[in-house]
């Protein structure tokens, strides 16, 4: 997520990899209990390496107790792109570990199967997780852990939370005055933007992408970009900008916004959960909240992420994925090895209750998505992020925000209704 207009554009383009999955990412598991039965068949889990090592012993006792072999393939690059290829070659997974928002291209692609949760195991899943992986009134994949932005505050600096992004912005100048930091606020854009970093303050400025039906799903039909909701927040946020308080900068990306946070040259920065191993390292006495909202304006609300198994609907042991995904991951013991990995919120409530005692953060993060939206997972997502991503940029560089933005709006209307 730390790249997700970059790697959300590129995983949702439809040009598929020439080549599959070679031997070179095959880190292939398979439990070797002599007690177990013979196999009688084989079941194939792609994930990344983080989670590839974690899944082996919850695999190893699933092929012990099923008399089958489980293999795990680490698949770290070009996840989603890889998936749709290998499925329609015929030599895909039967499980996919990934991101909520493949959702809608996997289903156009015929990639993946409903999964068959009961009423019980639906509970026991936090609701704006289970939410995220509804599609077309269907679950597609069982949550297994949550991610949002929130606002990362060197407590040194600053030792109050800043009500609003105005507050926050006089903060970050006032150090910036006695040299006690360099910028106001670490929030990546880069040259070609990140609406995924954006998007609290679009949305707190009034702007959004997509509106909702009556059933709450995400209506392509109502683009909310090029509008003059979209234009007045632009507005808003060029003032934020190189040209007006320079609390945005096209200087601050993907690669150096966490690191000059961590260097101390700014008190505040937006990102995730990814950003907090590096935040320990360096020694940053920090706290998390919500990102603030503009004076008077919406609230700020961060896109809501889930990672998911999916049920791969080409894979050749269907029933087999069905159990392991809808009675091993929806397991406390498989979703705090799963965070163990990688410290996300589990969607799991039994595991985020067994882990939150000794990790004072979850319950922070858990607050800072009380607004929150999930990422959309329709196809037309696509369309988004490369137009708005762009404009962002511009803007933030002092190009004129109503031209940038509708501009952008008939660059993304044109692509979805072509």
């Known amino acids: 997520m730390r790249i997700r207009a970059a790697g959300v554009a590129g995983a949702l383009t439809l040009a598929l990899l020439a080549a599959g999955c070679g031997d070179k990412t095959d880190k292939s598991t398979a439990s070797d209990n002599p007690s177990a039965k013979a196999p009688t068949g084989e079941l194939v889990i792609w994930a990344d390496d983080k989670r590839s090592a974690a899944l082996k012993p919850f695999?190893?006792?699933?092929?012990?107790?099923?008399?089958?072999?489980?293999?795990?393939?680490?698949?770290?690059?070009?996840?989603?792109?890889?998936?749709?290829?290998?499925?329609?070659?015929?030599?895909?997974?039967?499980?996919?570990?990934g991101a909520h928002d493949w959702i809608g291209n996997l289903v156009q692609n015929g990639a993946i199967d409903p999964v068959q949760l009961s009423d019980?195991?639906?509970?026991?899943?936090?609701?704006?997780?289970?939410?995220?992986?509804?599609?077309?009134?269907?679950?597609?994949?069982?949550?297994?852990?949550?991610?949002?932005?929130?606002?990362?505050?060197?407590?040194?600096l600053?030792?109050?939370?800043?009500?609003?992004?105005?507050?926050?912005?006089?903060?970050?100048?006032?150090?910036?005055?006695?040299?006690?930091?360099?910028?106001?606020?670490?929030?990546?854009?880069?040259?070609?933007?990140?609406?995924?970093?954006?998007?609290p303050l679009y949305s707190s400025a009034g702007g959004y992408l997509f509106g909702t039906t009556a059933n709450g799903d995400?209506?392509?039909?109502?683009?909310?970009?090029?509008?003059?909701?979209?234009?007045?927040?632009?507005?808003?946020?060029?003032?934020?900008?190189?040209?007006?308080?320079?609390?945005?900068?096209?200087?601050?990306?993907?690669?150096?916004?966490?690191?000059t946070f961590t260097g101390k040259k700014c008190a505040f920065l937006v990102s995730g959960p990814w950003a907090i191993t590096d935040v320990k390292k360096a020694g940053i006495k920090y706290d998390i909240t919500p990102v603030p909202p503009f004076a008077g304006g919406k609230p700020a609300q961060p896109f809501l992420g889930v990672q998911t198994f999916y049920v791969a609907a080409k894979g050749k042991n269907k029933a087999l994925a069905q159990e392991f995904v809808t009675n091993y991951v929806t397991t406390p013991d498989l979703a705090v090895a799963l965070y163990q990995a990688e410290p996300r919120p589990p969607a799991l409530t039994a595991a985020f209750d067994q882990v939150k005692g000794s990790d004072p953060d979850l319950a922070k993060w858990q607050a800072a998505a009380k607004d929150g939206i999930p990422l959309p997972s329709i196809p037309e997502m696509a369309a988004i992020w490369d137009p708005f991503g762009k404009a962002e940029a511009a803007v933030v560089g002092g190009a004129d925000p109503a031209k940038t933005i509708e501009a952008a709006g008939k660059t993304i209307s044109a692509s979805i209704n072509k």
């Open 59 to 97: 695999a190893d006792k699933f092929g012990a107790e099923n008399g089958v072999t489980v293999k795990i393939q680490a698949i770290s690059k070009d996840q989603q792109t890889t998936f749709v290829t290998a499925s329609q070659q015929g030599s895909g997974p039967d499980v996919m570990v």
């Open 120 to 156: 019980a195991q639906k509970s026991g899943i936090a609701a704006n997780a289970l939410k995220a992986v509804t599609f077309n009134g269907q679950t597609y994949g069982v949550p297994y852990a949550t991610e949002n932005l929130a606002l990362i505050r060197n407590t040194d």
């Open 218 to 259: 995400y209506n392509p039909k109502d683009l909310g970009v090029g509008t003059p909701a979209s234009v007045a927040a632009f507005k808003k946020i060029a003032a934020l900008g190189e040209k007006g308080s320079g609390a945005l900068k096209r200087s601050i990306t993907s690669d150096n916004s966490i690191s």
């Open 158 to 199: 600053a030792p109050q939370a800043p009500a609003t992004i105005e507050d926050l912005v006089t903060a970050g100048q006032k150090l910036k005055t006695e040299k006690k930091a360099s910028e106001i606020l670490c929030l990546q854009v880069g040259q070609t933007g990140d609406a995924y970093h954006l998007y």
